[in-house]
Every structure is written in C-alpha cells, then in structure tokens.
C-alpha cells in the first residue's frame, strides 16, 4: 500500500534536487472573486465542551441536523445513502468521525427512511481500481479507520464502489460548463437512491489547501477521472467545485453535516496535525456553499488559535510551498511516467477567507454568488468572538 506522508518527503527531496519540475509553462486559469447574492442559507452549529463523551456528540449529530432540516424530502420506504469522507484508513480527523454515521443513520431510520447506506472509495494511494484488477479494498481501509462497523452497528447497509466493479459507473455531466473534458464517472448506487447526505471532516490539504464538503465528492469519482483531476491540475480547483455540480448529485444531495471537535490543521488529507479546540463543534445545513463558508472559517480559526507555530512551518503544511509540484509527482507515482510527463501544476492560491478559497469561489460563480450566511447557535455555546471570526471569513 502506498503511503503518502512517506512519498510526499521523499518527492520533496528529489524535487529540490529537479528545479525544471518547477512549471509547467502554461498559464494559470484566471479566477475572479466571487459576488454576494441576495438568497440567504441557514448553518445551525452546536458547541460542545473540549473531550466530550460521545453520547453528547451523537446527541449534537442528531439535535444539528433535526434543526438543519425538517426532512420533508424524506417519505417512507425511501432510500438514503450517507457519504463520509473516507480517503485513507486514518481515523478522524483525518476522516470523517464514525459518531456522526451512527447518529444519523439512527435518525434517518426514525425518520422513515426503509434503506440507509454508507460507502465511500478511498484515495487512490490506497485503494486503486481500473480494467485490469484492483489494489487494495475501501473494506479494508474503511474497517481500519472504523467507519464499516460504525455503519454496520448502527444498523446501516455498507456498499463499496470498487466491489462493485469498473463497470459499474454512469457518466454525468455537470449543470453548468466546466473545465472536465467530458463525462465524469460516478458509481451506479447514485442511480439506486433517493437522496445524499453528506459527512464530510474539516482538514488542510497538501494539494487542494483545504478538505471541506466540496473536497469530499472526488470520493464518488472513479479512477479515470481521478486521473484527468489531478493530471489536468492547473484547473484542479475548479474541477473540484464542478463536480458537485453534476447533475445526479444537484438532484439527491439533501444534508451536509460535520463533527468538527477535532480539526487536522496542517498537511492533509492523511495525516497532520489535530487540533481539538474548546468548544469543539458539530454544524450542518442543507446548503453545500453555506456549509463550507463555516467549515473553512472553523479550519482557519484553528489554524490561528488551536495549533503550534511550529507546525505550521512549510515542511509540516507544504501547501504553502509547491503544491503544483506535489500534485504532478503523484501522477507520476499513481499512474506511471507518461501521465507524469503530461501532467500540468499550477501555484499556491493562498486562503485566507471565503472569497480567497478558489474551490468554495468557483462554486459560487457557477451557483450564482455567495449566499448571505444566517448562524444558528443551538443553545448559545459559541463565544460571541468565534462566531464574529466565522462571518468575517465567510464576508471577506
């Protein structure tokens, strides 16, 4: 199994011995900033205090979403399929917390829901399937990392895209134009459902800069367009908002929720550092955009108040280096030297709000703006100075 925190250091190493990797020699895709709308979205949070017992975060889980929603898009004997964010065997924070899966797949079957479902595929790096086989399984990763027996315990159905098979994916286009060349590959269970939910974690990331709920849905994408993501990468971050914007996922998406008492602030998506801030948080809305205003304001607030300096050094977060470079070194190690030598980089956009994060940006042009954010505070734990720190992220 690859391991990408050993692969990072050592490309990093071989890179500075390499400086013609540095460019790729074609522009940057322009990126404009993305205007306000005048719709407003709702995100409801929940605090909860510092090493909280889990109970209380599956009670948060429930209370955060039953305010979120009020499930009127849920009938009887439907079915739902929960997707968390599964990339490595690494447990949360680096993956989405196995507490909300148990809290709302609980809640989803109170609601009447006949069939919940969880799955995910993992990264590549460790879980790799095209025509001729299969390396690995999302199984495996996903008993590791304890997501498969927190869907199983809570009385959930699992469904693994790469036990499926190769074949079993549908093209789908997206809404609007997009920078994919053609169709991208989703699992057939899309077309077996009634709705989404969302459970994605908050996280840096090395190539994309931040992991929120847009990040998550590379998940549901097979092999091949993994491949064009990351090989045609100087559009990487508009790719990655264009994905939500497929049609099957604007059709079924119905909930986004997050267990953020544990924040990876540095690298990503495997590993960092995890900051557990005091309040930690649990947050959800049925706006995707709405959502990821919050989360990466959570993510910045952590970064400045909840973690060392030291770990915020640039071999410890090198997005804030190369991470164009990074991104085509992976090609190279995934999918052999002649993706490698066709593969593009592009530079570090840096983030520092809503209106900087280049993926929450190109959602928002392509969705007409940023929606005007609406905070509700289930019980009024967030300090009044947190709560300022998430707008002023989310207006700026």
């Given at each position: 199994m690859h391991d990408r925190r050993g692969f990072f250091r050592t490309m990093g190493l071989l890179f500075m011995q390499f400086p013609l990797l540095r460019s790729s020699g074609r522009a940057i895709p322009s990126r404009s900033t993305p205007h306000f709308s005048d719709a407003s979205e709702r995100l409801t949070l929940k605090a909860l205090p510092q090493g909280a017992k889990d109970d209380n975060v599956v009670a948060a889980v429930r209370e955060v979403a039953e305010a979120a929603t009020d499930f009127s898009w849920l009938s009887q004997g439907?079915?739902?399929?929960?997707?968390?964010?599964?990339?490595s065997a690494k447990r949360y924070p680096a993956t989405t917390s196995p507490l909300s899966i148990r809290a709302m797949v609980g809640l989803l079957r109170?609601?009447?829901?006949?069939?919940?479902?969880?799955?995910?595929?993992?990264?590549?790096?460790?879980?790799?399937?095209?025509?001729?086989?299969?390396?690995?399984?999302?199984?495996?990763?996903?008993?590791?990392?304890?997501?498969?027996?927190?869907?199983?315990?809570?009385?959930?159905?699992?469904?693994?895209?790469?036990?499926?098979?190769?074949?079993?994916?549908?093209?789908?286009?997206?809404?609007?134009?997009?920078?994919?060349?053609?169709?991208?590959?989703?699992?057939?269970?899309?077309?077996?459902?009634?709705?989404?939910?969302?459970?994605?974690?908050?996280?840096?990331?090395?190539?994309?800069?931040?992991?929120?709920?847009?990040?998550?849905?590379?998940?549901?994408?097979?092999?091949?367009?993994?491949?064009e993501l990351h090989r045609n990468a100087e559009s990487l971050f508009e790719k990655i908002a264009e994905i939500n914007d497929a049609k099957v996922l604007k059709q079924k998406l119905r909930l986004i929720l997050t267990v953020a008492t544990k924040v990876q602030t540095t690298?990503?998506?495997?590993?960092?550092?995890?900051?557990?801030?005091?309040?930690?948080?649990?947050?959800?809305?049925?706006?995707?955009?709405?959502?990821?205003?919050?989360?990466?304001?959570?993510l910045l607030w952590n970064r400045e108040y909840a973690t060392p300096r030291a770990q915020l050094a640039w071999y410890r977060d090198p997005y804030l280096t190369f991470p164009g470079i990074f991104n085509r070194l992976f090609v190279g190690y995934i999918w052999g030297v002649l993706q490698f030598l066709q593969s593009e980089t592009y530079e570090t956009v840096p983030i520092r709000s809503v209106c900087t994060d280049p993926v929450i940006s190109r959602a928002a042009t392509i969705w007409g703006g940023l929606p005007r954010l609406e905070l509700e505070d289930l019980g009024d734990g967030l300090d009044e100075d947190i709560k300022a720190y998430l707008m002023d992220k989310a207006t700026s």
């Open positions: 439907d079915t739902v399929f929960i997707k968390p964010a599964s990339n109170e609601k009447g829901a006949a069939r919940v479902i969880v799955g995910d595929k993992p990264g590549v790096e460790h879980v790799y399937q095209d025509e001729k086989g299969r390396r690995s399984s999302s199984r495996k990763i996903m008993t590791i990392n304890g997501l498969h027996r927190a869907a199983l315990e809570s009385g959930a159905e699992v469904h693994y895209f790469d036990e499926a098979g190769y074949d079993s994916y549908f093209g789908d286009r997206t809404e609007h134009d997009s920078h994919w060349r053609g169709e991208l590959m989703f699992p057939n269970i899309l077309n077996m459902v009634d709705h989404v939910v969302l459970l994605p974690r908050v996280s840096r990331h090395i190539v994309a800069g931040t992991t929120l709920g847009l990040k998550a849905a590379v998940g549901w994408l097979r092999d091949d367009s993994r491949l690298f990503g998506p495997d590993w960092g550092f995890a900051a557990e801030p005091d309040p930690g948080l649990v947050f959800g809305s049925t706006s995707l955009l709405a959502h990821d205003m919050v989360a990466l304001g959570w």
